[in-house]
T-cell receptor, first 113, second 117 residues
């Protein structure tokens, strides 16, 4: 039973560039949430996708956008990268409609220079 | 106000000893869930244990137990018989509202646990 997978594992970009991060949820899960974890902090919620629509959003600017595909996989896009966007980006999957835990992937480490 | 507070930046414990990691939370929602995750240096968040606000008994999962004191709004993680592999960051997190429907997690700042031989 495959867990949550994310790609790439590491990424280096320069200010102003755009980046796309990818996530495949755990088998049987239909909901994907994205979190940003800055160094030394706990993860911060970015947004959540279910049925290919953004259902909830945290306090992040519109430069952060996403997408969910019919197979439940998801992308996180960040435009006009800032130095402060350097962080570990975590994807978590869960099931909608039932009380259950969010399971996390290994994360993508993004460094913006 | 912080919704999840972890007051211990770091904890040290010797192998085979028990350790308690503190977590207090703040919510006015009668339905909520509390989670503990472990994050090794590799970065992946590993789910350890869950406690629902209406659960009558404290949750246990192997060597992990959650000391849930609802009136005090605390949800401390107890690790019995620590192992070297337990060295990691530990995060307490809360989901407000019932589990059905859209819900997100709010995390504390974490506690670094170091287990020595």
């Amino acid at each position: 039973d495959a867990g949550v997978t994310q790609s790439p594992t590491h990424l280096i970009k320069t200010r102003g560039q755009q980046v796309t991060l990818r996530c495949s949820p755990k088998s049987g899960h239909d909901t994907v949430s994205w979190y940003q974890q800055a160094l030394g902090q706990g993860p911060q919620f970015i947004f959540q996708y279910y049925e290919e629509e953004e259902r909830q959003r945290g306090n992040f600017p519109d430069r952060f956008s996403g997408h969910q595909y019919p197979n439940y996989s998801s992308e996180l896009n960040v435009n006009a990268l800032l130095l402060g966007d350097s962080a570990l980006y975590l994807c978590a999957s869960s099931t909608m409609g039932r009380e259950k835990t969010q399971y996390f992937g290994p994360g993508t480490r993004l460094l913006v220079l | 106000a912080q919704k999840i507070t972890q007051t211990q930046p770091g904890m040290f414990v010797q192998e085979k000893e028990a350790v308690t990691l503190d977590c207090t939370y703040d919510t006015s929602d009668p339905s909520y869930g509390l989670f503990w995750y472990k994050q090794p240096s590799s970065g992946e968040m590993i789910f350890l244990i869950y406690q629902g606000s209406y659960d009558q008994q404290n949750a246990t999962e192997g060597r992990y137990s959650l000391n849930f004191q609802k009136a005090r709004k605390s949800a401390n993680l107890v690790i019995s018989a620590s192992q070297l592999g337990d060295s990691a960051m530990y995060f307490c997190a809360m989901r407000e509202g019932p589990g059905s429907g859209y819900s997100t997690l709010t995390f504390g700042k974490g506690t670094m646990l170091l287990v020595s031989p």
